[in-house]
């Protein structure tokens, strides 16, 4: 039995979309026959909260060279606590290409879900100096294994290569898988759609959950009839609760915080409209979901996310959302047994594998 070890430099625990992606991975990688094992800093909790510490003493001292800092601390770290196992693995997974050895070694597959200049609002204040070293860190890393490196949608490469005229032709393009059988059977159900405007996420600034919160208050002032629920945890929770109650939103808008998956889909099939006003996204499992549960979507213009799942790219300004929201202009026609092929685990698994085979 082949071994595949696969490495993230963050905690499981956390969730969102790139543990989704490693869970899949591991998931359909031990039904096509290997044996997997998953490394992160959950591993090591002690060595783990000791690297997270480091970036977040000096990103407020001097940031982002605390982000910089922790890829380092993270190479060291997994140094150490893996150089007797990195030889027993036939095949090699990294969640991303900067917080470990970039080798042009024919086994190793490095993913690309995003890179952490790309957006630096959650700090304070930046230090340009250093912003420009984490930029040129990352970008150099890329640079070394783009032959090894696989992004998650078409679209992200393409842009990834446009805005950093970077060649990207040897880089593969892995599409995240999805199961959509309980979609299914949620659909089944056939819930009455409710006047209801929809947004599922972590709560952090990258997402923009205040921009929902503006979409409220101009809902509320112009009594268009419809209400909010944002579903999610993170740690803008509290800040956006205290917003909903310091603009008197409570009547329309809904924080129900983080709920168990199927509550979520059941959510997404009563809603009429679903909106993502993130900054940054690389897939968003969530727009295909809310797509086949019914919603018309709304996603911020420029995002990296496969355009079959947004009816309504548009900038973020406020007239021009609530415009969609009155009148829907152009709801595009999705196919479930379509979607279920494209995004298939067996036939993400099966990418992945004949990418080892042809390569090594």
């Given at each position: ?87 027993k693995y036939d095949y090699q997974i990294f969640e991303d290409i900067f917080s470990f050895p970039q080798t042009p070694m024919p086994k190793k597959l490095y993913f690309f879900h995003g890179y952490r200049a790309d957006f630096l609002d959650d700090l304070k204040f930046r230090i340009k100096f250093f912003e420009k070293m984490l930029l040129n860190y990352e970008i150099n890393c890329l640079k070394k294994v783009k032959n090894q490196t696989a992004f998650v ?208």
């Amino acid at each position: 039995m082949k071994k595949i070890g696969i490495f993230y430099a963050g905690f499981n625990k956390k969730g969102g979309g790139v543990v989704t992606h490693l869970q899949n991975l591991e998931k359909g990688l031990s039904q096509a026959g290997y044996k997997v094992d998953v490394w992160s800093l959950d591993k090591s909790l002690l060595l783990g909260y000791f690297v997270a510490g480091i970036e977040k003493i000096f990103d407020r001292i001097l940031p982002p060279s605390g982000k910089l800092l922790r890829y380092f601390a993270t190479k060291i770290l997994f140094y150490f606590q893996l150089k007797k196992h990195y030889l027993k693995y036939d095949y090699q997974i990294f969640e991303d290409i900067f917080s470990f050895p970039q080798t042009p070694m024919p086994k190793k597959l490095y993913f690309f879900h995003g890179y952490r200049a790309d957006f630096l609002d959650d700090l304070k204040f930046r230090i340009k100096f250093f912003e420009k070293m984490l930029l040129n860190y990352e970008i150099n890393c890329l640079k070394k294994v783009k032959n090894q490196t696989a992004f998650v949608s078409r679209e992200h490469k393409d842009l990834i290569a446009k805005t950093f005229n970077l060649n990207l032709d040897s880089a593969q393009v892995i599409e995240n898988s999805a199961d959509l059988s309980l979609i299914e059977s949620v659909l089944k159900n056939n819930y009455q759609k409710e006047n209801t405007i929809i947004s599922v996420g972590l709560l952090i600034k990258r997402k923009n959950p205040e921009f929902i919160l503006e979409l409220a208050k101009k809902i509320k002032k112009d009594d268009i009839g419809f209400k909010f629920k944002i579903i999610g945890d993170g740690p803008e929770f509290a800040k956006i609760k205290n917003k909903i109650e310091e603009h008197q939103l409570k009547d329309i808008v809904i924080l129900k915080g983080k709920l168990g998956y199927k509550e979520t889909l059941e959510e997404l099939a009563k809603s009429k409209i679903f909106i993502l006003p993130s900054f940054k996204e690389s897939f968003s499992f969530v727009l295909l979901e809310a797509k086949l549960l019914g919603n018309y979507t709304i996603a911020t213009e420029g995002l990296a996310v496969p355009d079959i799942f947004v009816d309504k790219f548009l900038p973020l300004d406020v007239n021009f959302w609530i415009e969609e929201i009155k009148n829907p202009s152009s709801k595009k026609e999705i196919n479930i047994e379509e979607m279920k092929r494209r995004f298939s685990l067996e036939r993400q698994i099966n990418q992945i594998i004949n990418y080892f085979e042809k390569n090594t």
